[in-house]
């Protein structure tokens, strides 16, 4: 499922690139890291220069080493400017420790997400209703706002990217 799935998705937002991925059979699954190897380099192939692949819900496969070899595979494999997201509610596993030691994995926890109550305020005032900035409504606000301004995460994410850059070079 997990390669079937993704090549579709590659293949589908490749627009106009070459997209020839493999397609995961069973007489690959005893040699999974290899073939993981070779279907992201394909994939590199067929991204733009500074794609992005998201991986959501990490916590709900993160036991999985399979997984954890593919994840390692896509890092030596797809281009430098090609980045991996991966989300999860729970700690990177210690099989992901080659790529912390490299600097090539970044965590963003909640304590970097989280805005604080300026920035809750600045928001707000920017959105027109200062009112809600008083209080006990302000400190829900903060708490409830803390999660969801995609703007201040994406920012937070392109700096962990050039950080991971400076150390690829």
């Known amino acids: 499922?997990?390669?079937?799935?993704?090549?579709?998705?590659?293949?589908?937002?490749?627009?106009?690139?070459?997209?020839t991925l493999p397609l995961f059979t069973p007489e690959y699954a005893l040699g999974?890291?290899?073939?993981?190897?070779?279907?992201?380099e394909a994939a590199g192939n067929a991204l733009a220069p500074e794609a992005v692949l998201v991986f959501d819900d990490w916590q709900e496969v993160r036991d999985a080493a399979w997984l954890v070899e593919c994840l390692l595979a896509a890092t030596a494999a797809?281009?430098?400017?090609?980045?991996?997201?991966?989300?999860?509610?729970?700690?990177?596993?210690?099989a992901l420790a080659p790529l912390r030691a490299r600097r090539a994995l970044v965590q963003i926890g909640w304590e970097d997400l989280r805005?604080?109550?300026?920035?809750?305020?600045?928001i707000?005032?920017?959105l027109g209703d200062p009112a809600a900035c008083r209080g006990r409504a302000g400190r829900a606000l903060a708490l409830v706002s803390a999660r969801y301004d995609a703007r201040l995460v994406m920012g937070r994410l392109e700096n962990a990217f050039e950080?991971?850059?400076?150390?690829?070079r």
């Open 78 to 94: 797809l281009p430098p400017g090609v980045r991996i997201v991966v989300i999860s509610r729970e700690e990177p596993p210690a």
């Open 124 to 126: 707000v005032r920017l």
């Open 32 to 40: 999974l890291p290899a073939f993981a190897r070779n279907f992201f």
């Open 1 to 19: 499922g997990f390669f079937y799935y993704l090549r579709t998705a590659l293949q589908a937002g490749a627009a106009g690139r070459r997209a």
């Open 115 to 122: 805005l604080r109550p300026p920035e809750t305020r600045a």
């Open 163 to 168: 950080e991971v850059s400076e150390h690829r």
